[in-house]
Structure formats: structure tokens, C-alpha cells
């Protein structure tokens, strides 16, 4: 990781030079800048935030899914918990083609929704926020209840409050899941104007492969946001699991 983010800031000379040395001798920006300049690389970065951002939008809708199967009690509930369940055993690639003709026969094939809109919801993270929210003392909803309380109001003003580590816990994981996005973009997007971070990062190693410290800064653009963003909710994460039943 040290050696990525100083060969990012070293000059080609010093990147290909022998011994190899870990500090950079002259540090420069000039690949950050070569990166949004010449190889578009800002409109894979704003393309890719904006695949985060949709991916967020399901977070509401899994917890809504888990809040009803932790709190409701309805016919077949657990046998819709466990279609959840299985979906977790199906690998991705193997929905790839079905979820491909869906898209493409309501003409959301070459757009940013189309690429979002298989990442919105998953099993885990169902599960997850089923987990959790049955921690949560029923008797706290059934006096929300008591005093009028509708059950969005409860699942907004009480239960979601209540929930944060695991929302943090979500967070993180709907970001690196949006944020590496990889396979999926290239499958359904055939303008390279749609194209993530991961993809930009794939071709600039296919295009320019005499120039580690611009690699480097490539991937030192796609890694450290995640860093960050673990950092900053790492606290959130490890209770959120521990609570979870996950120990």
C-alpha cells in the first residue's frame, strides 16, 4: 500500500529505477492531473459516485425488508426469509444474462440506472438488518403503536435511529460494492462515457503499460476513498456485526 501511494507521487524515472527506492525524490501531482486530463478519468470517477449514490438509495428498501421480517408476523413469512437466504448461495455471474434481458427489454441497458439497479438490494444485507432489528424490543414498537403511531413514522423516527451500526455496516459494504464495480458495467455499458473507475483503471493497465507511477495513482485514486470510508465508520462496523449475531 506504501509503495502505491509513493510511486503515485514519484516521477517515471524514479518508478523504473534500480535499486528501488520506497521515498520519492522529487514528488509530483503531474499523473493525478494526466489522469483527469487526458484519460478522462473525471468522468469515470463522477460516474462511479453516482453508482454509489443509487446503490444508497436501496439501503431504505433492505432495511424496510428486514424491519418486516424481524416485527411482522405473516403467512409464509418464513419461507420468503428463506427464498432470501438462498439467493446469498447464487453467485452473481450465474444472473448476469437474465438480469442483462430484463434491463435491455425496458431499454435501461447503456445507462447508470441499469448499472445501479442490480447492486440496489442483496440477501445479506437483508439478512443483516433482520438480524439486528430483532434485537430490538417489540415492546418499544407496540407502544409507538399504542400512542397513534403509523408504521412508517415507527420505522423512520424509532427503528432507523435505532439501527445506525448496522446502517454504518451497510454503508460500507454498498460503497466497496459500488465503488469496484467491475464486471457488470463492462457487460452492459458499451459507451465508454458510463464507464466506473475499476473499468478506466482495467484499460489504462491494457494502454499504457511503461508507466507504473501513473498506474500507481490510479490506484491510488480507487483505493484510498475506500480506506477512508472504512476509517471513518470502522467503530459502527465492529458493533454492528457483534450485534448482528455474526460474534
Keep these: 500500500f506504501l509503495w502505491m501511494v509513493f510511486a503515485s507521487v514519484k516521477p517515471r524515472s524514479e518508478s523504473v529505477a534500480y535499486p528501488p527506492r ?24 463522477l460516474n462511479t459516485v453516482i453508482i454509489v449514490v443509487i446503490c444508497m438509495f436501496g439501503l431504505l428498501l433492505m432495511a424496510a425488508a428486514g424491519y418486516g421480517f424481524a416485527k411482522f408476523t405473516f403467512r409464509g413469512r ?11 448461495m447464487i453467485p452473481g455471474q450465474v444472473t448476469m444474462i437474465p438480469s442483462y434481458l430484463i434491463l435491455n427489454g425496458v431499454k435501461l441497458t447503456n445507462t447508470l440506472v441499469g448499472i445501479a439497479l ?38 423512520f423516527r424509532i427503528i432507523l435511529p435505532m439501527s445506525r451500526p448496522i446502517l454504518a455496516v451497510q454503508v460500507v459494504l454498498t460503497f466497496i460494492a459500488g465503488w469496484n ?51 471513518v465508520f470502522q467503530r459502527y462496523v465492529v458493533q454492528g456485526f457483534a450485534l448482528s449475531g455474526l460474534k
Design 22 to 45: 520506497l521515498l520519492p525524490q522529487k514528488p509530483t501531482l503531474e499523473y493525478f492531473v494526466q489522469l483527469f486530463t487526458e484519460l478522462d478519468f473525471g468522468r469515470y470517477l
Design 181 to 231: 464495480s467491475f464486471l457488470w458495467p463492462l457487460i452492459i455499458a458499451n459507451d465508454q462515457n458510463l464507464y466506473t473507475l475499476s473499468v478506466g483503471l482495467s484499460l489504462l493497465n491494457q494502454q499504457i503499460a511503461t508507466n507504473p507511477s501513473l498506474q500507481m495513482a490510479a490506484s491510488t485514486l480507487m483505493v484510498v476513498p475506500i480506506l477512508i470510508v472504512f476509517v
Design 78 to 88: 418464513d419461507a420468503l426469509f428463506f427464498l432470501v437466504l438462498v439467493t446469498m
Design 118 to 155: 442490480p447492486m440496489l438490494v442483496s440477501g445479506f444485507a437483508v439478512f443483516l438488518f433482520r438480524q439486528f432489528m430483532a434485537t430490538i424490543p417489540t415492546e418499544i414498537v407496540e407502544a409507538a403503536r399504542m400512542d397513534g403511531a403509523g408504521e412508517w413514522r415507527i420505522f
